[in-house]
Each structure stands twice: as C-alpha cells, then as structure tokens.
C-alpha cells in the first residue's frame, strides 16, 4: 500500500472501493471482499487518469480523501525499523490526505496509528479503530453470523459521554399551567405594565391586572359556553391587545388555542378550521370573510360586535376555576407544512410549554426591567416565547403592529422608541436590522434557519448578547441553545432543561463524534403528536431506546453531528423540508398546489440560491396533455401569472414560488428520477420584454434601476410587480435602502401597497426624487 501520486505508475488496490452490505454476516463479508479484491488485481496498475475517468468526478476532484495503510513490520514492536542491522534515529511521516490511519503488524501485535488534518481528533479515531478490531475479533470468535452493521464502534466512556454526560439535563419542575404561571405573576405586580401597543394618541398600555381582567372576562364568557379542558378554540385576530387577551382567555378555560393568521388565505383559513375543528371561533367582524367557521362546526365570536358588550360586561373578573384542568392537557394547537398537501395540527400540552419557559427564564434571565419585542406571526410556534415569557417575569410585551413587522425601519424606531431589550428573529429578519446602534441595548435571540457566521459576527459586535437557537415545533419552540461571540464558530449548542438529544444512525445507535446523523429528541418539551394523526404521530414520534419503558423521541428528520466540546453542528434535512426566511415549509405542499390548478400535469418546487444568500422557492411545471389528438400543450399558452395566482389563493405568501417555470418535460436521470440539477434557472426575460414601458421620468428611472439590480435583473419596466419578479419583504427591504442610497424615500409599506415603479411614482405625487415619505418616521 502506498500514497497515489505523479509519480506512482498505478493505483493501489486499497484505493478502489470494496463494497460490503451492511446486512451481510462477517463470514458472507468476508467471502465478498475474497472476491472482489480478486477482481481488483486485475486493475491494480491501471493508469490513475483511466481511473478518474471511471468515476465521473470533475477533473481536479480527488478520488480518495483518506487512506488505510496495512504494514508488515515485524520487529517494530519497540520502535525499531523491522530490518536487521538498521537503528532508527529519526522518522516524520507526512500525508496529503485529511486523514491517514496505519496499521503496523509486527507480528505479535498490531500498532496504530493516525494522522489527521482539523478538525478531526487523532486520538478518537485510533480509539475509534481500536474498539471496532476489538468488537470484530470478539464477534468473529463467538458470533460469525453477526451483521456488520451491528459491530460496534464506541467505547463505555463514549456511550456515556454521548448519552448521558452531554444531556445531563434533569431538574425537578413543579406542575403548573400557563395560566396558573400568569395569574401568580399578576398577583406579585398588578401595577406593572404588561403590554404595549401601538403609537401616538392611539397607544394601548395595559397593566398586568388590567390584562389579567380583560382574560377572565371573556374566558368566563367562554366556560359559560362550555368550553373547557381537551377543547379547542379557534382564534383569527389582527395584531392587537385583543389577541393577546383572547390568547390567555382560551388557556384559563382550559382549552386549547388554534392560533389563526388572518393574512392567511381564506381558503387555508378554512382548511384548518375543518381539520382542526375547533369548538368556537374567536375573530372580528371584518377580519374574516361572513360565514367562515360556522361550516366548520364553531360558534364565531366576533369581539367587535355590540352586542356583545353586555354580556362581556357582566362576566366576573376574578380569576375563573379550572376542574379537572391537568398540565397535559393541550395549550395550543399549532399547524405546520404537511409533505402531502394536507398542513398538520400539533398538540403542544402545557406541561412541555412550562419546561420551555422556566428553560428559557434561566437562559435569559428576563425579570422585570425587560420589555420584550414581539414580532412573529401568532401563526408561528416562537410568537409564544415573545408572548409568555415576559408575561411569566414581571416583564413588558412590546407587540409590533402589522406594518411594523414588515418594515425594518419601523422595527428600529419601535425598538428605540420603546427601550426594547430583548427581541427574538430568524436570520433573515436580524440581517435587515443587523449593525444598527437601535440594537446595542438589545439581548438578541436567533433561530428559525442557520445561522451564517457572517451575521453572527456582526450581530455579537453590535448586541448586549446573542443566542442562536434550535428546535421543531414538535419538542415546544426551541430544543437546544447557545451563546454566540465574535470569535467562535455558530453551533446549535446544547440540550435545554430537561431535553436530550441523540445523534443517531438508521439503526437508532449513536454516532460517534464528528460523524454525522439523524437528530432525535426526547424529554419533557415533547409534543402529544399531531391532531387526528396518528399515524403520522407513531411514525415521529418514536420508542425511545435510551430511556424509561414507554418514553418517546421524536425523529427531527435534521442531520447534526456532535463536537468535541459536546455542542451540535447543523446540518441540513434528510429530506425535502426547507426553511425559507425562518418558515418551515415542505415542498409537497407546494407541488399538491400546483397540481390542484387547471392545466398542470406535473409539478415539482425547489428552493433554488442562483445569488449566495438569497433563497428562493421556484416551481417547474409541465402542462397536460392537448385535447382529443393527446397532444402535448403548448407551454408558451401556460399563464403563469395565473398559475402563481391560483397558488396564492391557497398558500401563505411565503409559500408562494417567486417564479413559475413551464417546461416540455420534467428532466431525468439515467434511473428515471428527476434530475434537480438539470432544472433551468428561471428566465423572466422574454415576459418582461412583452410587458415593458420605459421610464417616463427621472423617478420612475430610478426606481426602475433599482428594482432592476434589486432583483438581478437586466431592466424593469414601470408596470412590472416586485413581488411577481420573485421580490418578498427582505428583498422589500434591501430595495428600500438601496433607493434611499439614491435620495429616493420610499416606505417598505408603500412598497407593498403599490409595488411597481409607475405606483409608487404616482403614488408620491411629485417628479422630483423624493416622493414617499414613510408614514412611521
């Protein structure tokens, strides 16, 4: 055996792969790699660019990035050379491999040795390689029939460290609700203010009794009802002081809550009503469309009807009894992206959302100084860290309105204006407000994507602190956390209170350090499973091996791999769920969409990053066939104005694919499956040059340009929409600034209100540069 280079006239047969089932027993193994190293001599000095050929790796590519390399070396079982009448006085050997293991034989013995580039430890992979000869000798000694897949490769001590030392988690916690946790928080300060809203003359400010009576009414309204414990209640409101009561309200019934955005289209709207079935719809009169819910089986209470006031009015304020109310009961109900098309419901009882807050108020120590900016979607399973974690501290809730969430710049001013110390967003949001002097007061959380090292860095320069955080909605908001600096790599971190974690491969046993896995977690944030599912539920959520008889784990579907220092390393899905902007989306849901639209025979949706650090979802699609001569139809005749429009209708907008492709047919492989990276990128091009009007002036010029580069795009006409050349609100947002750079004001809001060129010009009402002034400065 010996290293490959210029200079080596063939390759070496340790070189080429020997391929083993890992079902096999040892002894099939090892008639197996008889006869297939057999077969390799026969090649042993082929030319290495013969070779490189074979494989169809790109020229400069290396066949083998490490190497095994077995000596005789009798005689060197002290050190010495092996050969008679030499004394070794000096001896350095060098690699060109990540890693190089040696294996000397002497005869009496077998020495080990490993040489590795960072960062892989030296010393676990001999340890690595000891344990697996160990167990491989013991096996083919009394168990010849064993499977190879079941030789172990780990030590007692790294058992232990991986199971047990690095999810050494466990406290006592005391049985409580959210309710109960809320309502001895207002009772120890009635007088602080628990709430802010708005700004100006039209600025709600409510103190924790005041948001403690407001609840008590409407739930006490609600128990009159007979609403109670294992019941759920639908709630569809704006961004208000009245979503934050109603909220609470649903949880002191001991229901549950179904949290509904109502930007949502109204046709997933009523999807999740008759999936979820809720016993009552809280909601406004102008907020949904007449009739929404009551298909579903609920009573609407639209808060903002009159007649309501009476009987709202006479409902006692004190806090309302709860028979038979138990922390496993479910406090919420949250719906997530379905692979099938069919979103599904997640049952979160309050047992593991009380874990997860007492988890966090150790983390982040908020007391009663804080105030808390809330920005996430109530749809989004986070809103309940920015909601109740300072509503169980003493704290403030700082709730940003509709166009303030959507408006960086507002978010600066809501920030400063309001002493915000603690805010909670994905990447995408904290690069659009990153390196801001508004943020240098603010404990920064980061979670819902990777976070890139980049922002990392310039988020620990300009934050009190930075914490990234990681977590599927299934285990309660977050699982794992840690503090981020500016010269440390980002990491997932560690398990939080009374969570473990496990890295495993796909027979459920832990990988080694620096190996990749599955990630599964178990412990006390764990979900009931998903609403009318359980199917689905038996498939996640899974026997746990490492711990007490009937206990669960739920299979992440995320690969991670452990550090050295017992932290996580992301990385990435094993399946076809993405995350876009912080969004959890899976991408059968997109293609059922498609598929649910006239003309469209197959769809496929990708997230394609044509441009480093912009990720867009894109769709292909493929027409049905033609009429009774079964044609194929024409994809020019595909409207996909019309198609994207179909799919908003039924889709949130950040599920909206920002392009539509219409192809001939789908790309394949030689296998028959769809070959992804054969899928163009989009090619708006010759539709904008159908649609294009010049710029009639130096404003409509300037926006032009800027949506032009914005979008990377050649030009843009004055009609085009932002949003419909593949624009969403953090392009919104570098568009905003990069006009501002040109002394063009323009409001993200205006932006979303009039998103062509010739819109926002008219809107501005001036020919001058200058022509929207954001309503919120």
Request: proline share 7%; aromatic share 4%; hydrophobic share 40%.
């Amino acid at each position: 055996a010996g290293e490959a280079s210029d200079r080596t006239p063939g390759l070496y047969i340790n070189t080429l792969p020997i391929r083993i089932d890992a079902t096999q027993t040892l002894d099939q193994g090892l008639g197996v790699v008889q006869a297939q190293l057999g077969e390799l001599l026969r090649h042993e000095h082929a030319p290495l660019a013969l070779a490189q050929q074979a494989t169809s790796l790109p020229a400069q590519s290396p066949l083998f990035t490490s190497l095994l390399n077995y000596r005789h070396s009798p005689g060197a079982a002290n050190g010495g050379s092996g050969l008679a009448g030499i004394e070794v006085l000096y001896g350095h050997e060098r690699t060109n491999y990540p890693l190089m293991a040696s294996v000397d034989d002497t005869g009496v013995g077998f020495r080990l040795s490993v040489q590795a580039g960072r960062p892989i430890d030296s010393d676990v992979v001999c340890g690595l390689l000891h344990t697996a000869i160990e167990n491989l000798v013991g096996a083919l000694e009394e168990r010849p029939y064993t499977r190879l897949d079941r030789i172990g490769v780990l030590d007692d001590r790294q058992h232990e460290q991986l199971l047990t030392t690095w999810n050494d988690t466990t406290r006592e916690m005391r049985p409580a609700t959210l309710p109960d946790l809320f309502e001895s928080q207002a009772a120890r300060t009635p007088d602080a203010v628990a709430v802010v809203f708005g700004s100006g003359t039209e600025r709600e400010v409510l103190t924790y009794a005041e948001l403690n009576a407001r609840a008590n009414r409407l739930a006490n309204l609600l128990m009159a009802d007979g609403v109670g414990p294992e019941q759920l209640v639908a709630v569809c409101l704006p961004r208000s002081t009245e979503l934050v009561i109603s909220l609470l309200a649903v949880t002191k019934t001991g229901a549950a809550y179904l949290p509904l955005d109502p930007d949502y289209p109204a046709e997933r709207l009523a999807a999740t009503l008759a999936d979820g079935r809720p016993t009552v719809l809280i909601t406004t009169g102008t907020t949904m469309a007449a009739g929404l819910g009551i298909e579903a089986g609920a009573r609407r209470i639209d808060l903002d009807d009159p007649a309501l006031t009476d009987p709202m009015g006479r409902q006692p304020v004190a806090n309302p009894a709860r028979p038979g109310h138990h922390p496993e009961n479910p406090a919420y109900v949250i719906f997530t992206s379905g692979s099938t098309g069919r979103p599904k419901g997640v049952v979160v009882p309050h047992a593991a959302l009380n874990n997860f807050l007492a988890a966090m108020s150790d983390r982040l120590g908020v007391d009663e100084n804080d105030r808390l900016l809330a920005v996430t979607t109530i749809g989004f399973d986070i809103a309940g860290l920015e909601l109740y974690q300072p509503l169980l501290s003493g704290a403030t809730v700082v709730l940003a309105d509709r166009d303030e969430v959507r408006d960086p710049d507002a978010l600066r001013s809501l920030v400063a204006r309001e002493s915000v110390t603690v805010m909670q967003a994905t990447p995408s949001l904290w690069q659009a407000l990153a390196a801001d002097d508004a943020l240098r007061s603010v404990r920064a959380l980061v979670g819902g994507e990777a976070l890139p090292a980049e922002l990392a860095r310039t988020l620990a320069d300009t934050a009190v602190s930075v914490t990234n955080l990681y977590g599927p909605t299934e285990t309660t908001i977050w699982s794992t956390a840690s503090a981020v600096t500016a010269d440390t790599s980002v990491s997932i971190g560690r398990p939080i209170l009374n969570t473990r974690v496990y890295v495993l491969d796909a027979a459920l046993r832990p990988v080694p350090v620096g190996v990749p896995g599955e990630l599964y977690i178990a412990g006390n944030g764990l979900a009931r499973g998903y609403l009318g599912r359980p199917g689905l539920t038996a498939e996640r959520f899974v026997a746990c091996p490492f711990g007490a008889a009937g206990e669960r784990m739920y299979r992440t579907g995320d690969l991670a791999r452990w550090r050295a220092d017992g932290t996580l390393d992301y990385l990435g899905r094993t399946d076809e769920q993405v995350k876009v902007r912080g969004y959890r989306i899976e991408l059968g849901e997109i293609e059922v969409a498609l598929l649910g639209q006239p003309g469209v025979a197959q769809a496929v949706a990708v997230v394609r990053e044509d441009v480093p650090g912009d990720k867009r979802l894109t769709a292909y699609v493929v027409p049905t066939a033609g009429t009774a001569d079964d044609t194929a139809a024409d994809p020019a005749a595909v409207d996909t104005a019309v198609l994207r429009a179909g799919v908003a209708s039924v889709l949130p907008d950040y599920m909206v694919p920002s392009a539509i492709v219409v192809l001939d047919v789908l790309p394949l492989t030689a296998n028959g499956k769809l070959n992804r990276r054969a899928l163009p990128a989009p090619d708006r091009t010759a539709v904008l040059e159908v649609s294009f009007r010049a710029p009639r002036g130096e404003d409509e010029r300037l926006v032009c340009e800027a949506f032009a580069e914005v979008l990377g795009l050649d030009r843009v006409g004055i009609d085009d929409n932002f949003f419909e050349l593949g624009g969403h609100s953090l392009l919104a947002v570098t568009l905003v600034e990069r006009l501002r750079s040109r002394g063009v004001v323009v409001s993200v809001r205006a932006l979303f209100q009039t998103p062509t060129p010739a819109g926002l010009a008219a809107d501005g009402g001036v020919t001058g540069p200058v022509f929207v002034v954001p309503e919120n400065r």
